[in-house]
Each structure stands twice: as structure tokens, then as C-alpha cells.
């Protein structure tokens, strides 16, 4: 389940770069919080020349042990959303999440901080502990091979669907060692697919 969060801006006759429209802060599962670049409290835009690159820095959390995610996500002048820049963690425990976005022309620009639960890399943090530990290890494997196939059918048609396919075949295959299993849901290539087209 996403949770969103704008804060203000008002109108500007140069180019601005900032949140669309200010909206009383919405509390959810996933608050997203402190959403910065904000100017006066996000009552004015931020601005920038277009073509530079700029942080924007969100404090992200839920309760509980559950992972999260957070995209920024851009809105150019003409109202056409994208793109979607992955945020990541600042410094962990923090709740202190960031990316840098570019946008490409000049504008009135708009953003927002998307956030959700994130159940793979939640079923990562059990299995690397649960699996090495021998505990429970079939069941975790048998979790993670269900999250892939999840994750698998957002994932348009080719080598990226491939990809994340294999390691849920990988983690099914019980005539493998465990810990092969689980390696093959950890690599580079999964992380990659997955960082492009998360599973919410």
C-alpha cells in the first residue's frame, strides 16, 4: 500500500521546482515526513536551473520490523509524472531517506515522496539470519519463492522477468544446498530488477 506526502508551494513566474499543492500532513501506515527541498515551511517553491541536480530528503518510517521503500517521484510542467528515482536510506536507523533528481527543462516542476512496505527486502533480513541458523530454513525459502513470483509478474516480458524468475525457481528447488537457494535470490541482478520494479 503506498503513502504519499506533498508540501506546499505557491505559485512562482520563474522556474520552480517543488510540491504541487500544500495538503494537511496525512498520517498512514508509512508516514512520510519532512520533505525537503521546502521553502518556508513549503509555502514557497524551491528553485533551481534546469538541468541541475538537486537532493530531496523525506524521513520515511512505519511501525514495527517491516522494511519500507520510498520513491521521489517528478511531475514536469505539462502534468506527465515520472520519473520514479529510488530513494535510499541516509544512514541506517535513521528514517532518513534521499535521492537526487534532475529535472530536464524549465518549469513549474513538481514532487512528491511515494513510500510502501517493502515484503522482500523484509523476507531478506528474516532469511539471512533464519536460513544460515538452520531454522525454519524450507518454510523462509518456500516465502521468498512466493515474493519472487510476486514480484516476477510485474516485471514486463523478458530477461528482467527471467531474471527474477530464476531465483524463485532457485529458491523452490529443494535438491539444492539452502544456502544456494537463498544466493540466488541475492544477487546483483535480482537487486537491480527489483530496485526498477518493486514489489508493494
Known amino acids: 500500500m503506498s503513502s504519499t506526502q506533498s508540501q506546499a508551494s505557491s505559485p512562482a513566474s520563474s522556474t520552480a ?93 513538481t514532487y512528491h515522496v511515494e513510500a510502501w512496505a517493502d515484503p522482500v527486502t523484509t523476507w531478506r533480513r528474516v532469511a539471512s539470519v533464519k536460513v544460515p541458523a538452520g531454522i525454519d530454513a524450507g518454510l523462509v525459502l518456500e516465502e521468498g519463492a512466493a515474493l519472487h513470483t510476486r514480484a516476477a509478474a510485474r516485471v514486463p516480458e523478458g530477461p528482467e522477468r527471467d531474471t527474477v524468475l530464476a531465483a524463485a525457481a532457485a529458491l523452490q528447488d529443494d535438491t539444492l544446498p539452502v544456502m544456494t537457494r537463498l544466493a540466488a535470490a541475492l544477487t546483483p541482478e535480482v537487486d537491480a530488477v527489483l530496485a526498477r520494479r518493486p514489489l508493494r
Open 17 to 109: 521546482f517543488g510540491p504541487a499543492f500544500w495538503t494537511a500532513p496525512a498520517i498512514g501506515r508509512i508516514p512520510v515526513r519532512d520533505v525537503r527541498p521546502a521553502v518556508d515551511g513549503g509555502r514557497r517553491a524551491a528553485k533551481a536551473v534546469a538541468g541541475e541536480t538537486f537532493p530531496v530528503t523525506a524521513t520515511v518510517f512505519r511501525e514495527g520490523h517491516d522494511a519500507v521503500a520510498a520513491n521521489v517521484v517528478l511531475t514536469d510542467p505539462e502534468g506527465r509524472a515520472g520519473p520514479w528515482t529510488p530513494m535510499r536510506e541516509l544512514a541506517p536507523g535513521t528514517d532518513r531517506w534521499g535521492a537526487e533528481v534532475t529535472p530536464g527543462a524549465v518549469g513549474r516542476w
